[in-house]
Nanobody
Framework: EVKVVESGGGLVHPGGSLRLSCEAS????????MNWFRQAPGKERELVAR????????NYADSVKGRFTISRGNGRNTAYLEMNNLKPEDTAMYSC?????WGQGTQVTVSS
């Protein structure tokens, strides 16, 4: 069974940091890309960061460049999203996508 599971969300103060984890299991081979999306109530879903595991190439939304870092894990199809200098506008449900599969999402709330 293919499964994508995110973790690491929570409540942080502005300027704080969180590391999100995405573990994709059940794939016979490495996925082409792993992606982090986010969506806040009343807003469009946006692509935050993408990594191509084989090459290591990454892409970021302009709004998070310099603050967020996506990286790949070792043993499995795993992607991490290190989020630094968090802002209230980063508050959203963050979802991981691997191939055509999605995780359930993990909530990130940035508030004083």
């Amino acid at each position: 069974e293919v499964k994508v599971v995110e973790s690491g969300g929570g409540l942080v103060h502005p300027g704080g940091s969180l590391r999100l984890s995405c573990e994709a299991s059940g794939f016979s081979n490495s996925v082409l890309s792993m992606n982090w999306f986010r969506q806040a109530p009343g807003k469009e879903r946006e692509l935050v960061a993408r990594i191509f595991p084989v090459s290591g190439t990454t892409n970021y939304a302009d709004s998070v460049k310099g603050r967020f870092t996506i990286s790949r894990g070792n043993g499995r199809n795993t992607a991490y999203l290190e989020m630094n200098n968090l802002k209230p506008e980063d508050t959203a449900m963050y979802s991981c996508n691997a191939g055509v599969f999605w995780g359930q999402g993990t909530q990130v709330t940035v508030s004083s």
